[in-house]
């Protein structure tokens, strides 16, 4: 059974970091693509981060330069830096496979103006 648990969302203020985590259970991570989803009140679900097998990654252009995903294969867990947070980052935010088959979930982060 696959699951995926994330953590270490909170509240924060502007300008301030958080580090995501997500865990997986009966999935490897190091040799699945892996992506962070994020959907705001009232808006759709939107791709934040992905990360490829071989180490590649992808950024929705409202967080490249602020945001990195990375993976540690020892602890079979993904992790999402976020830095320079805005109020608009305010969201609930999921990991999930790249296929979108499996997903957390979700940890809320909210960014205090």
């Known amino acids: 059974q696959v699951q995926l648990v994330e953590s270490g969302g909170g509240l924060v203020q502007a300008g301030g970091s958080l580090r995501l985590s997500c865990l997986g259970y009966?999935?490897?991570?190091?040799?699945?693509?892996m992506s962070w989803y994020r959907q705001a009140p009232g808006m759709q679900r939107e791709l934040v981060a992905s990360?490829?097998?071989?180490?590649?990654?992808n950024y929705a252009d409202s967080v490249k330069g602020r945001f990195t995903i990375s993976r540690d294969s020892a602890k079979n867990t993904v992790y999402l830096q976020m830095n320079s947070l805005t109020p608009e980052d305010t969201a609930v935010y999921y990991c999930?496979?790249?296929?979108?088959?499996?997903w957390g979930q979700g940890t809320q982060v909210t960014v205090s103006s």
């Open positions: 009966g999935l490897i991570f190091r040799l699945n693509p």
């Open positions: 999930a496979t790249e296929t979108r088959r499996y």
């Open positions: 990360l490829t097998v071989g180490g590649s990654t």
